[in-house]
């Protein structure tokens, strides 16, 4: 990795979080709109869907060990291990989704009440690999847009300014996952 990697680490993660993910997600992308000259299986089309979640750990990892060493990615992957807040947002990250599930239901029922809601049939086991998948993804996304990227942004710019900004990027990441997997055509882009 160049110089400019240990005075630009912010540029760096962001440049290697898409590369690698989007090496990934764009085939599979294509993939799924038939024009690649070969088809992928499905059950292949979501591990590789999943292992491009991974590239925001990978790229923090990249950043931070040329920044700072072995020691200072130990750091960045210590903490997932800490727990620094009250009881009371841990019941709102389990309850807050569950609820804007239910509210943007009930808003899509307000606005198109001829119109079914999209949903996923959910056996127990499919529930289990559900959150497999989840933890994975959740893994590779978190430790490095929020124990990386966040972090840095932070150092010159307001939480505010920085949630706004990074949350556009991270939706930008996401778009070649969201349409390899059919997400898209799924729910559409709102």
Known sequence: MPESSRTHPL????????????????????????????????GLTSLLALLGTLGPALAASLVTLRMGGRSAVKELWGQIGRWRVKWTWYAAAVLVLPALIFVVAWIFGLLYPEAALPYQNLSPSSFLVTIIILMVSVIGEEVGWRGFALPQMQKRMSALKTSLILGTIHTIWHLPFWTALGELDLFGWP
Do not use: E, G
């Open 11 to 42: 540029r760096w993660y962001l440049l290697l979080t898409f590369l690698l993910s989007w090496l990934v997600w764009i085939p599979l992308a294509l993939n799924y709109y038939f024009l690649l000259p070969f088809q992928v299986d499905q």
